[in-house]
């Protein structure tokens, strides 16, 4: 199958075609994160769970949170934090390294027959096998505090995959810049902490004002972040016509990631 740069298939095409490739690499990339370490792989379940044990301690036990007003349960503001913590995780870990992407994969511009916009995938890939490790332990603490899980739980990872999808578009974006741009690295630090406190991560959007709550909507993460809590903890039902819509968007941004970056990948011999 031939990828054609400008056809709107072309995002498919691209995971699909090398699907092989970014399978290996993936693995490759997780295997060598931990690699040398005493624990190696258990690393990526300690960390998730030491990190909302200590959420637990501060907010609930120390801070005596309470994400609703009725609640007592000290478990309960931690777990909800989490389930945003890792969405947001999702978004960062991606476009905090996108911008030394191609960078610090020189060695493979140089070789013409290897497709660069795989790495965009083994990135995503990547992170998303942190995920699901963090979503396992969501699944854990759920249990531990509601005593039962949803069967609604199981619809996290397609409320999620539009989120996936637009990450893709937005690391090829964001990784093609910072060949020419290089303090593009720097500014990644802030977008990604302006995407976590601009969504309601730590506070449950009724609590915003009336006048500004809609417009944390127009960070990426706030509407799936929102649906994944209401399938996942509340029981709600989900917004499935926005999620659609969210999807049409998602492909646009991911379609436009994968245009510029097949019309300026042309410039990275000359740049690296």
Request: with cysteine; hydrophobic share 60%.
């Amino acid at each position: 199958m031939t990828l054609t740069a400008n056809a709107p298939t072309a995002v498919v095409q691209s995971l699909w075609v090398h699907r092989s490739l970014i399978s290996q690499l993936v693995r490759r990339e997780v295997a060598g994160r931990y690699a040398g370490s005493f624990l190696g792989i258990v690393w990526s379940f300690i960390n998730p769970l030491l990190m909302l044990t200590i959420y637990t301690f501060v907010f609930g036990v120390v801070f005596k949170s309470r994400w609703r007003a009725a609640s007592t349960d000290p478990l309960e503001f931690a777990v909800v934090m989490f389930g945003g913590l890792i969405i947001h995780a999702l978004v960062a870990e991606c476009l905090q390294r996108a911008p030394t992407l191609i960078v610090g994969n020189a060695n493979l511009v140089k070789k013409i027959v290897f497709p660069l916009e795989t790495l965009a995938w083994v990135s995503v890939g990547t992170a998303l096998f942190h995920f699901l490790i963090a979503l396992l332990i969501f699944a854990g603490a759920l249990f531990v505090w509601q005593g039962a899980i949803s069967w609604s739980f199981l619809l996290v990872p397609v409320l999620v995959s539009p989120l996936v999808l637009m990450t893709v578009g937005l690391v090829w974006i964001v990784s093609s810049l910072g060949v020419y741009l290089r303090d593009i690295g720097q500014l990644m630090g802030i977008v990604t902490a302006l995407l976590m406190f601009l969504a309601p991560v730590f506070y449950p959007l009724h609590s915003v004002p009336a006048g500004f709550a809609h417009y944390l909507y127009l960070n990426p993460i706030t509407f799936i972040l929102e649906q994944v809590r209401n399938a996942a903890i509340w029981g709600e039902p989900v917004n499935w016509l926005g999620w659609a819509m969210y999807w049409v968007v998602a492909y646009a941004v991911a379609w436009l990631g994968w245009t510029w970056f097949a019309r300026v990948r042309k410039g990275f011999a000359d740049v690296l």
